[in-house]
Each structure stands twice: as C-alpha cells, then as structure tokens.
Nanobody
Framework: VQLQASGGGLVQAGGSLRLSCTAS????????VGWFRQAPGREREFVAA???????HYADSVKGRFTISRNNGKTTVYLQMNLLKPDDTAVYYC???????????????????WGQGTLVTVSS
C-alpha cells in the first residue's frame, strides 16, 4: 500500500489545517489508518487513528482540537487540526495496517505502511 500525505503548511497559532492521506489504487475499508508526528529532535508520536469500523482514537494532547475522519468511499483519511499551537509543529505522517488490534493502535512499530510526511509549522 502506497500512502500519500498532503495538506501541511505554515499557519499562525490558533489557526487550522486539514491533512489528507490517500492510498494508491485501493480503499482504506479494511485498514486502520493513523496519523503520527515527529518534531525535530523528538520521537515520532501517535496523534490519531481511525479503525476500519469507524471508531476513532486520539492522543491526549490533541483531544478536542483534532478530528480524524474519512470520506464515504474510504479512499481518503483526513486530519482536521484546529486551535493549532506552536507545539504542534512537526512532520506529520499517515500510516496504515490491516491487522491491528485495539491496544496496538498508538504504537508506530505496529503499522506496516507509511506515507512520506507533510510538514506543519505553527508560528506563535
């Protein structure tokens, strides 16, 4: 599965961005899709995920500000990011896996497929 992440950019604190993740040639109907981010000098961390059944999961740091969703055709997964903070500055990656159990969702090592990343910069 080849993933393509897009939608990053420069935004002021308090602003919004929407990231998109698409899979080439297939749908996400049978995959858990997650978003992770990596800031300079830091480990890649879990942000949010949506399972094939549609349930969603979020890191505590983004709850209430970020929303993960997918389109009706399940070809694109979105990450709507509101009330952005400078601490949200990072390269954001989408990832997918077809066989994740619930407890594995936050762990980057459990995802088999990764996109190339898109840079989000939040200025203060």
């Amino acid at each position: 599965v080849q993933l393509q992440a897009s939608g990053g950019g420069l935004v002021q604190a308090g602003g919004s961005l929407r990231l998109s993740c698409t899979a080439s040639g297939r749908t996400f109907s049978r995959y858990t899709v997650g978003w992770f981010r990596q800031a300079p000098g830091r480990e890649r961390e879990f942000v949010a995920a949506i399972r094939s059944v549609g349930t969603t999961h979020y890191a505590d740091s983004v709850k209430g500000r970020f929303t993960i969703s997918r389109n009706n055709g399940k070809t694109t997964v979105y990450l709507q990011m509101n009330l952005l903070k400078p601490d949200d500055t990072a390269v954001y990656y989408c990832a997918a896996d077809g066989s994740l159990i619930l407890s594995s969702i936050p762990y980057k090592s459990q995802y088999d497929y990764w996109g190339q990343g898109t840079l989000v910069t939040v200025s203060s």
